[in-house]
């Protein structure tokens, strides 16, 4: 097999898996169940890389030799024990030489794609939210993305059980009439707003459905909804103090590039910019930006420079072309 990297990025829903030549030719790119152990076990979790792998194989046309380099970008990837688990379900696959396997989080390989392999910071506000940042000597920093219990403001997730609260404050009197009441009512699917409680309870609403109702908010925001602007603003503001404490802790108050990413970005630039001028008012001259390429092909990038190949910034304008065709579900 002609020299070849392994992407991988295993969310909380779906791994995805893209194939890469040395020269930064995207070969084939497939996306498959879930790998995150935690949920369904490591033998399971192993079993899906295995069968996402083989697809993006057939796709790219080749065999199921090792790779030269892989490097996996996991969800839930916190710890080294974490790190260990992950690297020797690798091994078990023999998916490149033990030496040349890459573990970290799924946040690292966003940040890598986000910035095409340059150091910066991401800022995540999908179902959850996390800010991560690296500079050009390897430090790393986090802050946020301690879950739903602890600590995720601006995520979907947020923003949902916000339109929620917004939503029985203004029936109970303890706040101003807000849109988010009729339209939390019509998104559930329920009369009155005393029921609101057996479907969150009882039903069990999911983390992902909760989410879903993020639009709501931003929707009736847009609208001028007074409570909806004020929880928009409560959530830009708290990933903006992320990406500054991130800076400063890594030295890129002066030089800061920063990669937004995520369902909640995706609104536009009713929430884009909002952002950009809450960072820019705590980092003046940052750039900010949305993911120039996804997680996925960040991982690659991170297997590339393992093998200590760099991309040409010709190559990586002509790589973020070719993703935004390919990596269409990915």
Known sequence: ?????????????????????GEGNILGISVGKTSN??????????????????????????????????????????SESDRAIVKRMAVNLHLAPEKEIGVDHDIRIALAGGLSGRPGIVQIAGTGSSCYG??????????????????????????????MKAATRASDGHSQPTALLPSVLKFLEISNIDSIMHRVYVQKMSRSEIASLSPLVISAAKDGDTVSLEIVNNGIQCMAECVS??????????????????????????????????????IPGCKVMMAELPPVIGSCLLALQSLKIQLSAVKIQDLQKTAAVLCTDV
């Open 1 to 21: 097999m002609k020299e070849c990297v392994l992407g991988i990025d295993g969310g909380g829903t779906k791994t995805r898996a893209a194939i890469m030549d």
């Open 37 to 78: 152990y935690d949920d369904i076990g490591i033998e399971a979790a192993q079993e899906n890389i295995k069968q996402v792998v083989e697809s993006a194989q057939q796709k790219a046309g080749i065999g199921n030799d090792p790779f030269q380099a892989a490097f996996l970008g996991i969800g839930g990837v916190c």
């Open 134 to 163: 690296r500079n050009a000597e390897g430090n790393s920093w986090r802050s946020g993305g301690w879950g739903p219990l602890l600590a995720d403001e601006g995520s979907g997730y947020w923003f949902g059980i916000e339109a």
């Open 245 to 282: 404490i991130v800076a400063q802790k890594l030295d890129l108050m002066e030089h800061c590039e920063l990669s937004l990413t995520g369902g909640v970005f995706q609104a536009g630039d009713f929430i884009i910019e909002r952002m950009r001028t809450a960072v820019q008012e705590r």
